[in-house]
């Protein structure tokens, strides 16, 4: 599988899938269709799907242009069918579809959104997260509470480590800076925010993560790390209440 991604709009990742054998060509999300297309036809890839991860705008606003520049079809979550103009298939929590020869499960992964789905393709080691795992972050509480999220979380870190992670938003940086303020002597964390800083000041995407680099590094997985703990003065705190303030503090950096 071919992955190409590129951003769109100030921070929005695209992202485009092709499968040089069977010639499939997947989207996930679809933030900006008049970038999309013409990637598209700078690959000379065809269209054939939309994997929608949520409702909001910022990752929806593409589906109509594409849908009559290339009769894809799209695909998202059940539970926010109402919600997205275009949708062709709905799906719940741990259907399995195929499209060519790709094997993709839903997995539902509501915070952020109510509805929000994470897919995964287990074959491939890929898991699409949109704005509910982010790189060394998870997306705001519009539509969850802090323990919906951290079970949305605590499936995707479940996931086998080298699974490889593709998230909605360059956030990386930004977050990477907020977790050092309450991880600092990780130094895994720290060697990869270097890492990080080089490839923004060239312009270049983060991602891929991957879920044991998430599991290191992220704070919002880390809520049991007793250093963290230490740091927040949370020690014996319940994990949804040391995710909540973590969640708390970062809305606030
Ligand atoms: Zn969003
Ligand atoms: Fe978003």
Known sequence: MLVEQFLCQTDNISILLHN????????????????????????????????????????????????????????GPKAEEDRIQGL????????????????????????????????????EKL??????????GCGRLFEGTPAAML?????????PDNTKIYCGHEYTERNGQFALTIDKNNHTLQRRMHNVVTLRRQSRITLPSTIALERATNPFLRYTDISIRKNLNMVD???????AELRKRKDNF
């Not at 079970?151 to 996931?159: A, D, G, I, N, T």
């Not at 705190?237 to 995710?243: G, H, K, L, T």
């Open 127 to 136: 898991v699409f997260s949109g704005d509910t795992l982010f790189s060394l």
């Open 20 to 75: 040089e054998i069977d010639k499939t060509t997947i989207a996930i999300d679809a933030p900006d269709g008049a970038t999309i297309a013409s990637k598209l036809n700078e690959m000379r890839w065809n269209l054939d799907f939309i994997l929608i991860t949520h409702h909001h705008n910022d990752h929806t606003e593409g589906i109509s242009v594409l849908k009559e520049k290339t009769g894809t079809q799209i695909i």
């Open 151 to 159: 079970s949305s979380l605590q499936k995707l870190s479940k996931l």
């Open 88 to 123: 062709d298939y709905a799906v719940n929590d741990t259907d399995v579809f195929h499209i060519g020869r790709c094997k993709i499960k839903a997995i539902t992964t509501p915070g952020h959104t109510a509805g929000a789905i994470s897919y995964y393709m287990p074959e």
């Open 237 to 243: 705190a319940s994990d949804e209440i040391v995710f």
